[in-house]
């Protein structure tokens, strides 16, 4: 059985101007079995489309907020650092990868972000701002990377209800936007308290999802390393 290679879009460091990678995101990809090899970043239809045929899935990473003319909206004062690159790379893989040949997606944090607006959906640009009253939940730890301190429900039947079996898990969470209107090609799976989406899958296509947390920094939780068991699981049957 061949090892299923994973396409992981990279980050980018405004400041330097360069490409670069946290390794949380390779070493979960590797630790379930899959081979992680970090795209170049590329908007160019042609490599795009070599790209996809290259891969059994791809891995939308976190990074900077979304740009929020994706989603037809001027961009506000408190939104975050923006990265045109990233926008365009990722709604072209997607639109390639996903839509037109159904190759199975995980998205993390920015990257669940995109799959809804690439899908049609809204985001809150600045959550402190605009999700202000309906929350007592810090979606952005201050502490580091490793701990789980952020409380998430799972809707029962939902794909990632089947698989973890639980009400609800602890995650570790830093995300500054989140998801306002759901795309209608998407179905939420896991949601805080104050009711914010933050896990989703696309019905329509095999393995779609997205998860508004990280749990490729906290793999030492069984809960985290079944999440990427599954995603590797069906890129292997693809
Ligand atoms: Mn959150």
Redesign the pocket.
Known sequence: MSIPVIGVVPLWDEERGSLWMLPGYMDAISCVGGLPIMLPLTSDGAAISRICRMVDGLLFTGGQDISPGLYREEVIASCGALCKKRDDMETALFAEAVVNMDKPALGICRGTQLINVALGGTLYQDLPSQYQGKTA?S?KQAVPGDVLS?TVMIIEGSPLGTLLRTESIEVY?N?HQGIRELSPELECMAV?GDG?V?AVYMPKRGFVWGV??HPERTMYDEKSLKIFEAFIGYCRHE
């Open positions: 939940v979606h952020h969470s995300h805080t914010l933050e508004q947390w």
